[in-house]
């Protein structure tokens, strides 16, 4: 294996695989809800900050339009969303929570905290708080 003169390259590496561990170790969670990330992910953007338009909503969640088109769809078919024209702008949707979508977020919501909490106590609390503001400073890059 090559070895990494270059500490910015090693640090670059370890985050993408402590990324990809800390993931997969999460992602149980709503797995057990037969949610897929995205729908978990759109379910809790809009439970958290309530309606919003679509482009807002890809923003949130980091994904693309496209996916994000055919996530919504496959979760208005289920009830867990609702989309109707925004009364500001009739060339965008709104996205909102159903009923049943807040039940199946309020459902997956503790045992995905409850994963990030067992996840991060690998770390003191200390140390999360650290690592909370290293990683903040890349932000506005």
Same mark, same amino acid.
């Given at each position: $294996?090559?070895?990494?003169?270059?500490?910015?390259?090693? @640090? /670059?590496?370890? $985050?993408?695989?402590?990324?990809?561990? !800390?993931?997969? %170790?999460?992602?149980?969670?709503?797995?057990?809800?037969?949610?897929?990330?995205?729908?978990?992910?759109?379910?809790?953007?809009?439970?958290?900050?309530?309606? /919003?338009?679509?482009?807002?909503? !890809?923003?949130?969640?980091?994904?693309?339009?496209?996916? /994000?088109?055919?996530?919504?769809?496959? $979760?208005?078919?289920?009830?867990?969303?609702?989309?109707?024209?925004?009364?500001?702008?009739?060339?965008?949707?709104?996205?909102?929570?159903?009923?049943?979508?807040?039940?199946? !977020?309020?459902?997956?919501?503790?045992?995905?905290?409850? %994963?990030?909490?067992?996840?991060?106590? @690998?770390?003191?609390?200390?140390?999360?708080?650290?690592?909370?503001?290293? @990683?903040?400073?890349?932000?506005?890059?």
């Amino acid at each position: $294996m090559a070895e990494f003169k270059n500490a910015a390259v090693k @640090l /670059m590496v370890v $985050m993408r695989k402590a990324f990809r561990t !800390i993931d997969t %170790k999460v992602s149980e969670s709503y797995k057990e809800d037969n949610l897929t990330a995205a729908q978990f992910a759109v379910l809790d953007v809009l439970y958290a900050k309530g309606q /919003m338009k679509i482009g807002e909503l !890809i923003d949130n969640v980091l994904a693309t339009s496209g996916n /994000m088109t055919v996530v919504i769809k496959n $979760m208005e078919k289920k009830g867990w969303v609702s989309r109707r024209t925004s009364p500001d702008d009739r060339r965008a949707y709104l996205v909102d929570l159903t009923d049943k979508g807040r039940q199946v !977020i309020e459902h997956a919501l503790p045992a995905h905290i409850q %994963k990030i909490e067992d996840v991060f106590s @690998l770390l003191s609390e200390r140390e999360q708080e650290e690592l909370t503001a290293l @990683l903040k400073r890349f932000k506005d890059l």
